[in-house]
T-cell receptor, first 114, second 112 residues
Framework: DARVTQTPRHKVTEMGQEVTMRCQPI?????VFWYRQTMMQGLELLAY????????DSGMPKDRFSAEMPDATLATLKIQPSEPRDSAVYFC????????????FGSGTRLTVV | AQRVTQPEKLLSVFKGAPVELKCNYS??????LFWYVQYSRQRLQLLLR??SRESIKGFTADLNKGETSFHLKKPFAQEEDSAMYYC??????????????FGKGTKLSVIP
């Protein structure tokens, strides 16, 4: 069963520190999404890529967040500097872009900024 | 603006009772529609897709284009159905890809 792999699973960091979250999409998937999940806001789309090119990152605070795909097997989401309000679960999802197959989610990175 | 609404934050039903989780959407064009499920502290999993007309774990969902609704139903709830359920329309966003937007979710609690 192919899976989307996210690391780390948990991260606790101090305010002001840089945080990098990684995602390995399913081999052959060319569309990658980053979502943030909080109790208050639910699931928010932060950014997504197709064939490694960013298509939309309008949901992402540009001053501190950045998302990249250095190659087809790795997507990264970076927060610098981190703030307590960034505490959330960050999910990565990948797919082929063919809508009838949906998208597959990773297990998420639970970030706590203290 | 594109919007998806799940009016119930929490739905509690007794085991064996019917379940209906509501979803209404407001989209330009005709989005494809999905339901995702998230069991406690786990990843989101695709539950079913309108395009496949499938029934998964006893759940079905009917698209009503007139009411722009895609409610999720199950005739007899089981304890293992307790989870968060998210309605997710997927709209074409260009460059050959579809963007999923999620509702706020409904937490289903099945009482033994």
């Amino acid at each position: 069963d192919a899976r989307v792999t996210q690391t780390p699973r948990h991260k606790v960091t101090e305010m002001g520190q840089e945080v990098t979250m990684r995602c390995q999409p399913i081999l052959g998937h060319n569309t990658v999404f980053w979502y943030r999940q909080t109790m208050m806001q639910g699931l928010e789309l932060l950014a997504y890529f197709r064939n490694r090119a960013p298509l939309d990152d309008s949901g992402m605070p540009k001053d501190r967040f950045s998302a990249e795909m250095p190659d087809a097997t790795l997507a990264t989401l970076k927060i610098q500097p981190s703030e307590p309000r960034d505490s959330a679960v960050y999910f990565c999802a990948s797919g082929t872009g063919l809508v009838n197959y949906g998208y597959t989610f990773g297990s998420g990175t639970r970030l706590t900024v203290v | 603006a594109q919007r998806v609404t799940q009016p119930e934050k929490l739905l509690s039903v007794f085991k064996g009772a019917p379940v209906e989780l509501k979803c209404n959407y407001s989209y330009s064009g005709s989005p494809e529609l999905f339901w995702y499920v998230q069991y406690s502290r786990q990843r989101l999993q695709l539950l079913l897709r309108h395009i496949s007309r499938e029934s998964i774990k006893g759940f079905t969902a009917d698209l009503n284009k007139g009411e722009t609704s895609f409610h999720l139903k199950k005739p007899f709830a089981q304890e293992e159905d307790s989870a968060m359920y998210y309605c997710a329309p997927a709209a074409y966003s260009g460059a050959g890809s579809y963007q999923l937007t999620f509702g706020k979710g409904t937490k289903l609690s099945v009482i033994p």
